[in-house]
């Protein structure tokens, strides 16, 4: 299937709202058929034996034929489908839903409707998702606005939910510093939802993507945030909350990056606050690594990357003081030397000296053995 | 040496401003002949052969003997010397500095002069340490109040080092709760350091305990604190830092904390804060727990009471909404059911059946195995 003709297009957009996506029984018989038969063996209710199930999700929609209109509505928008078919299908992403143990609303959409002039598997395979509560502080939308343009600024895709709160102050910052953002939906990518950010969802598309699984025209519904949360998370390389409350949507997010394997970020606030209590129970509990900045929101995603983490600077010297300094200088790269010695070179005082070397044995820089001194490591 | 008679009092007091504290050489000696002797062997600089070192740490001060002196100024201040002979000796809690690798300024105490009510045994067992910024946020003054006052109302002891900032905070929390705390000097008993806490000590020495390995009279100093820091990671069965820039002293006290394998957590608080920076690299690195209230901190220091630890709080069916709840009644203690029949006994929506088990599949209450649900664990 590598030309896609208008045959497949239709019969992709079809199959996009035959069923409520996501769902692996349309996407076997695809996988069989071939879209364009999938699409009719749906549509006349007869389906080769082992495929029954995709009968059953489609009961209610299989007579409701919309895959012009809602092809037209895309084109008229700027927006396109996207399938497995296509270049742009972030197939690489989207594998962790199939092996992950997702048995209910997950697995990979059918299809996907984007908006906006960014290529869906390259902004997914540069994202880290910021997400967080709606009802978000200002030392939260202030945290994610820094967080946010210091990833942008590393050509980090900012991927959101276009929600109010952290979402939006996540997305404004990356469109603030230029960078792309792409906002993943709960509603059809022709829906402005929540109403409020309407201009903030057009400009993600004018200078991103917007994307969604759903249909255009599909209402925002609960059930499909918890759906869109998983796609968030698979269309990232991290996933990093930035508040939330004991409950809350981003909860959810989180929970889906760790059945999808994504490595999990929070950050922390004040103990005090009502909307950092989910983050700092992510951490506490194992769940999420503590992010206090861009650096080390990076390094959560690029672990090989030395970035701002703690291990690569505790023996680093460059939190030295000028004295602890002049005593690492003194003690020689191979061997132990004694304090006189130590003081000798250095030209310091063997108090001097003394307590540097205390404070550099208790931070991991140098070591005692038998008396004398030699650089740790 | 079951009873302690005035010789041997006198001897400790002796050994305990011979040398610089602390001093494995002079304790070692104090095995071999038991203090009178080990004294005698000192002031006159005749030592069993293998206790040379014994000489040599206590070369500048052998001569000086102000036992008398120092017993005497104890007694009038409400103070008493502790030796390993004692029974309140903290011997368990002690262990630790033997065993860690801690070649330089670690080590037992020779002895500790304490002064107040409490008993040191008892205390040191049952002690949690606050530490922190002398420079403390108004927030991290918060956090250390509220957390020293919960820890307290649970029978803990709260150490700290009677500074400024975060351990005046602590320990004046639990003086307000009616509840014992330990200061842990880096100068004599009799010293009030620093002065403007002058009345707080005070309030420790009736209350609690004022401990320090220093002979009274002894000026704090730099090499001192660092010292102390050891004393006040040993005497605790936990270490929670509130506040701790990027250098200060609670790091290091963090580092004996890790070094003697005390339990450590950090408190966050907001990542603009420079004040939490110490805290929120520990918490990254993985060398410290997040602590975000009293019972976190509690759990720090007894990990098998299940107070507060996430992963507890995460089956509990106590953050459900009530159609969660009413979905995770329906579904029986063993077996597995169908969405229809969790819809029937429910008598819920299957709609409603369905959003609610996808929450809870992926919130870790509920599983699906083939189709049917069944509760996690």
């Given at each position: ?9 239709r ?13 692996a ?13 999938a ?8 389906v ?18 919309m ?12 927006a ?32 996907l409707w ?23 502080s ?11 343009g ?26 603030a ?35 969604s699984?759903y ?5 925002a519904a ?5 759906t ?47 909307t950092?209590v ?6 506490a ?6 992010v ?23 023996r ?11 005593v ?9 030397v ?27 820089h ?8 030699k650089l740790?490591r």
């Open positions: 299937m590598a030309a896609r003709d208008d045959a497949d297009r019969a992709w957009a079809y199959l996009a709202r035959a069923a409520e996506p996501p769902s029984a349309v996407l076997a018989l695809c996988d069989d058929l071939g879209p364009v038969d699409a009719d063996a749906i549509r006349s209710r007869s080769p034996r082992g495929h029954e199930a995709a009968l059953e999700v489609t009961g209610a929609r299989a007579d409701t034929d895959s012009g209109d809602d092809l037209e509505i895309a084109d008229r928008i700027g396109r489908l996207v399938t497995r078919a296509d270049d742009e299908w972030p197939g690489w992403q989207l594998m962790a839903l199939d092996q992950a143990d997702t048995a209910f609303r997950g697995g990979e959409p059918i299809a984007v908006r906006g002039p960014g290529r869906l598997d390259e902004m997914a395979g540069a994202g880290i998702a910021l997400v967080g509560s709606r009802a978000a200002s030392y939260g939308e202030q945290v994610t606005s820094s967080l946010a210091g990833l942008a600024a590393e050509g980090v895709t900012v991927t959101s939910g276009a929600a109010y709160g952290i979402d939006g102050a996540a997305h404004r910052a990356a469109l510093c230029g960078a792309p953002t792409m906002a993943v939906m709960a509603c059809g990518i022709d829906r402005e939802y929540p109403a409020g950010h309407a201009r903030l969802i057009n400009e993600i598309a004018a200078h991103g993507l917007v994307v699984e249909p255009p025209g599909t209402t609960k059930h499909r945030f918890l869109r949360n998983r796609l968030v998370a698979a269309m990232a390389n991290a996933v990093i909350v930035i508040e939330a409350g004991r409950r809350s949507g981003a909860a959810n997010t989180a929970a889906w990056a760790r059945k999808l394997g994504r490595p999990l970020g929070a950050v922390p606030g004040p103990v005090t606050s009502a950092s989910g983050c700092h129970q992510m951490i509990d194992g769940s999420a690594v503590l206090f900045d861009a650096p080390s929101a990076l390094a959560l995603s690029a672990p090989d990357a030395t970035l701002g983490t703690g291990g690569g600077r505790a680093s010297t460059d939190l030295l003081s000028a004295d602890e300094k002049r690492h200088d003194a003690i020689p790269g191979r061997g132990a004694t304090i006189d010695e130590i003081a000798f070179s250095a030209g310091l005082d063997l108090a001097v000296v003394r307590s540097a070397l205390a404070r550099m044995d208790v931070s991991g140098v070591q005692n053995v038998d008396g004398a001194w740790a």
